[in-house]
């Protein structure tokens, strides 16, 4: 049974792009795979804890030996991992903050990072669906300043994943930005937006294509 892990990690509930991406896809998956399992995780709402040194040298005690609050670490680690071994598909919606990804999501990847997982995801797909307020193409003043998807390209690499997904939208602060107002931007944030949402549905089109072609 087809199984999709959705992580948010927005702050914003309302306007964010990233999530109207990620519940885009979220809905194209369900539609695509009616008797398929979600597991949604808020890492805005519900944070994990970042990874301290109480968490990381648990893993190297004996279970006998583990204080509470080891025990306590081990069993969020374990949890977590599970909910992405379990997934065949793994979707995140992901802002830009400070030119790099939420602390709330680089804390939950710390927490998944480990000898299950190390080498061994290359089988499942990774999509990454992200939102950034300004613009960072190419040729503009800010380009190479997002360095979500290097870093997350290379820290996915680790884990056996070298073909992930990403979809990006721009712009979204064009209309609330009192520096980007006066540019003007809103009808390339629109296009920016749609471009993403018809991204995102190009996907299931090659699959419906590629399972008719396999007569499935």
């Known amino acids: 049974m087809a199984h999709l892990l959705h992580l948010d990690s927005s702050l914003r ?45 648990a ?12 025990a306590a670490a081990v069993a969020l680690g374990t949890q977590l991992t599970d909910e992405v071994l379990a997934a065949d598909t793994i979707l995140i919606g992901l802002p830009l903050y400070n030119f790099g990804p939420p602390s709330t999501f680089k804390a939950w990847f710390d927490r998944i990072v480990s000898e299950r997982t190390s080498g061994k995801l290359g089988e499942k797909e990774f ?10 193409g190419p040729g503009t003043p800010r380009e190479g300043w997002d360095h979500r ?13 070298d073909n992930a997904t990403f979809i990006n939208t721009e712009l979204t ?36 294509v590629a399972a008719y072609a396999l007569g499935v």
Request: glycine share 6%.
């Open 59 to 70: 893993q190297f005690v004996p279970e006998p030996d583990r204080t509470p609050e080891q």
């Open 127 to 136: 999509v990454v669906v992200s939102a950034r307020g300004g613009g960072y």
């Open 173 to 208: 602060l064009a209309r609330e930005s009192p520096r980007m107002i006066p540019l003007d931007l809103g009808a390339a944030e629109d296009q920016s937006l749609s471009d993403a949402l018809a991204a995102i549905d190009s996907l299931f089109v090659t699959e419906q």
């Open 13 to 57: 509930n309302d306007g964010s792009r990233s999530r109207k991406l990620s519940a885009h896809f979220a809905e194209r998956w369900r539609t695509a795979n009616p008797d398929g399992i979600v597991t949604y995780r808020d890492l805005a709402a519900n944070p994990v804890p970042h990874l301290d040194d109480v968490a990381f040298f």
């Open 149 to 161: 998807e290097p870093w997350l390209r290379h820290a996915l690499t680790s884990l056996g994943v």
